[in-house]
């Protein structure tokens, strides 16, 4: 089934208060060379038909728009699967 | 600076209440195309130094064990950037 998979990310200049909660813990369980954790969103739009330039185009703008928050918060890539 | 992407999603035979939302809100709005939406999660582990082999490994196993749910969840890529 084809997919659009928009991801969606904290900007680089804000604090991740959860990413840092799981660093934390990480380094306790050891993993001490994980300099930094950051926790974003993988959002899959699903379609029953192929995926055309104009479908990516449109789900570039809702991620934009509608899946993420602008203020804080960047769609890093929009990428098919299975096409 | 190197970082392992690990991107879990809901499993397929669960509904995703948060997704189905978002599939219904973007069919109001025109995207009668995108036939069902699921949110998952992109956790970015980041490092100082290149990425091993070995750190795949160990990012793969923390994805399962720590970063998602077994019950609910799967890990469905892993893979590593800007290495």
Known sequence: MPKIIVEVMPKEVLLDPQGKAVANSLHRTGHKDITAVRIGKRIELHFDR??????????????????????????????????
Do not use: C, H, R, Y
Request: overall charge negative.
């Open 50 to 83: 192929p995926v055309t330039e104009a479908d990516v185009a449109a789900a570039q703008k809702i991620g934009e728009s509608f899946l993420s928050n602008a203020v804080i918060e960047d769609v890093v890539a929009v990428t098919v699967e299975d096409n």
